[in-house]
Structures are given as structure tokens and as C-alpha cells.
């Protein structure tokens, strides 16, 4: 046993896309419940630090660390089977930036930590759900989910019919 602390890296997803703006409209999209069912499922988003974050009907729970509007939005990730009451992995974060680029609105997005397993599927998933926010910010009608979901397994060497557990 080492007594001294130790310098570890953490594996993480990021994303960067540009969306029309303004900013705030963005926000909207990111965090208001008559939004999210459009690209990212319903849920809920408690609008302050410390608010419940329930996702995909409770797929995803977490809690509000970072509320920023219309800047910066932060929450813990934790995924959850249907009936689970506890999650059977580590919680990680979810960090979205967003800043203003003349008439454009810059989004980064930061997952993180994401074991080794999900790496992939996890840069998927978030491509997926970036697609899906592109198209309803732009006034579009998103493609259903699987149509994306194909394309970015794909994309990242992901077999859909054998997803890591």
C-alpha cells in the first residue's frame, strides 16, 4: 500500500457543435420538460443546484450541481434498470457549456468519468442525442432515435445487437 496519492487519468466523452442561437432559446431546449421529449426523452430537470434530474422516464436520476442559465449546466449521471432503486454503476457528471458565437450558439459537452466498456457506446449515445438537439433547435423534425442510433453505431464501431452491460 502506497501511502502517498497517486496520479490517476479518468477516461471522458466530449462533443462540441454549433447551434442556431440565440443562447438562450438553446437553454430552453436543454432544460425545459416540454422540450427534452423531442430529442431527449421526458424528464425532468429541477431548475437549481441541488434539483432531482430524472431522464429517458427514470432511466437516468441524478442531481443538479452547476445550474447557470444560460451558461453552464452540470449533474450527476446515474443510470438505472426498471425497478432499480440503486444504480449498478459509478456515478459520473454531465457538463453542457454554452456560449454565444455571433448568431451561433457553441455547446460543449462533457461526460465523464466513462468506464472503459461504455466508451463507445457512450460517444453513441451522446452524438445521438446531439443529433436529435440539432435538428429540433434548428426547427426540424428529428429522425426517430434507431435511425441516428444506426448511423452512429457505425460511426464508432458499436454492434447494437451486443451492447456492453
Avoid at 421529449?37 to 429517458?56: H, K, Q, S, Y
Avoid at 432499480?84 to 453542457?96: A, F, G, Q, R
Amino acid at each position: 500500500m502506497n501511502p502517498d496519492g497517486q496520479f490517476k487519468k479518468v477516461a471522458m466523452v466530449q462533443f462540441e457543435r454549433l447551434l442556431p442561437g440565440p443562447i438562450e432559446r438553446v437553454w430552453t431546449f436543454l432544460t425545459d420538460p416540454k422540450r427534452l421529449p423531442g430529442w431527449f426523452g421526458d424528464g425532468t430537470i429541477e431548475p437549481r443546484p441541488g434539483g432531482a434530474v430524472n431522464l429517458m422516464s427514470g432511466h437516468v436520476r441524478g442531481i443538479v450541481t452547476q445550474w447557470q442559465p444560460p451558461r453552464r449546466l452540470t449533474y450527476t449521471w446515474n443510470v438505472f434498470g426498471p425497478g432499480d432503486t440503486e444504480s449498478p454503476y459509478p456515478e459520473s457528471y454531465l457538463t453542457i457549456w454554452l456560449a454565444p458565437r455571433g448568431s451561433e450558439v457553441a455547446l460543449t459537452l462533457t461526460h465523464l468519468p466513462v468506464l472503459e466498456r461504455f466508451e463507445k457506446q457512450n460517444a453513441m449515445g451522446w452524438h445521438t442525442f446531439l443529433d436529435m438537439l440539432g435538428a429540433a433547435v434548428r426547427g426540424e423534425a428529428p429522425e426517430p432515435r434507431q435511425v441516428y442510433m444506426q448511423r452512429n453505431a457505425a460511426r464508432y464501431g458499436v454492434d447494437l445487437a451486443n451492447l456492453a452491460r
